[in-house]
């Protein structure tokens, strides 16, 4: 991309450090933590750059944005955000996720299936201006002059932030960030601060799928998690992984005598509504393999948020806490599992204080 732009990609964006909760501090300004690709967008006259977190192109996967910016941004800008994916008024990452494919045609068919949005949060440079060493609060100001843009709301009451912390994780939304009211945008920096939701949940091993890059049977990849719901009927939640290699291959031996081809297994002949591991969607058109496990271990996962619609899931994969020899596999059900009020996208960029 040939650019007439003071600031050039790649660019690496602001960073953020995690924190334990909203801090009591008056010199911060707080935004709603948007669940989606990081995205800094460049416009330069005709042509629209959308850069990754990393660096890397994103044009060729979401081409409405694109057109989108070429409509709403000013001929010479630099803007930070969001590129998002809202289904049934709340975030879905897995759609999301979906647009980066390698087939033109599918990448065209799902740019309008499923279309992505940008929501901009900082602004970087306009015209011949670089903004960087500019306040927060001005960059703001300058951001909000914009017409048509979608902008994250913001605000630098603390009880606010703590409000959307709660209600807007209804609409997807996983947390709260704060930057320095007066401080300058630090590429590559950590100068904000990210509040995110966490939980812990004991839930029942059912399956798992050995790592892709080593012989089956060698190195787990991924355990298969279960809940059961107030039929004991034991439904497929998401799963856990980022395990090391060494535990990867420990975990192989460990399970082995777990493994089973029963027609008893929970999972074996499923029941209408049961959620199992790897159902054919308009996304995958074969079940996805997995191999079973008796479901007779518990263990305890940290987890972010749940969604959908009963019976639901994890948003993101879970991560590994403890084994909890101590808990009954039909012990662990949905009612640990905290299911947000629910809200809508649309509200959450106004800075709506509603529940649905």
């Known amino acids: 991309m040939r650019v007439d732009l003071p600031l050039t990609p ?5 960073l953020a450090t995690a924190v334990d909760g909203i801090p009591d501090s008056s010199d911060l300004v707080f935004e709603p933590k948007w669940d989606g690709f990081r995205c800094v967008v460049f416009r330069s006259g005709d042509e629209v750059f959308l850069q990754s977190r990393s660096g890397k192109p994103l044009n060729r996967y979401f081409p409405e944005v694109v057109a989108s910016m070429l409509e709403v941004l000013p001929e010479r800008a630099v803007v930070d955000g969001e590129l998002v994916v809202a289904r049934n008024d709340e975030l879905d990452f897995d759609a999301l996720s979906e647009r980066i494919h390698p087939a033109a045609s599918r990448v065209a068919l799902l ?15 306009l015209g011949s201006e670089v903004l960087l060493e500019s306040p927060t609060v001005a960059r703001r100001e300058a951001l909000l002059k914009i017409p048509d843009l979608n902008i994250t709301p913001a605000t630098t009451s ?9 209600l807007f994780e209804g609409a997807g939304l996983d947390g709260v960030m704060g930057k320095p009211a007066d401080g300058p945008y630090t590429p590559g920096k950590r100068t904000m601060i990210k509040v995110k939701h966490a939980r812990t949940a004991d839930v029942v091993l059912a399956g798992l799928r050995w790592h892709k890059d080593t012989e089956p049977g060698t190195a787990v990849g991924s355990l298969l998690l279960g809940v059961y719901d107030s039929n004991d009927l034991l439904h497929h939640i998401g799963v856990c992984g980022s395990f090391k290699a060494a535990e990867r291959r420990e975990l192989a031996t460990e399970l082995a005598p777990l493994i089973t081809e029963s027609d008893d297994h929970p999972w074996a002949n499923p029941q209408p509504g049961q959620r199992i591991p790897g159902e054919i969607n308009r996304w995958r058109g074969k079940q996805a393999e997995y191999v079973a496990l008796r479901p007779e271990r518990v263990l305890e996962i940290h987890y972010t948020q749940t969604e959908g619609e009963h019976p639901v899931r994890l948003r993101h994969n879970g991560q590994f806490a403890r084994w909890r020899p101590d808990r009954e596999p039909l012990s662990c059900r949905y009612d640990q599992l905290e299911i947000p009020a629910r809200y809508d996208v649309a509200s959450v960029l106004k800075g709506e204080l509603r529940a649905r």
């Open 111 to 125: 740019s309008e299936s499923t279309p992505a949005t940008f929501v901009a949060f900082d602004l970087l440079a």
């Open 158 to 166: 603390v009880e606010t932030a703590r409000e959307w912390f709660t």
């Open 10 to 14: 790649p660019l690496q964006p602001m």
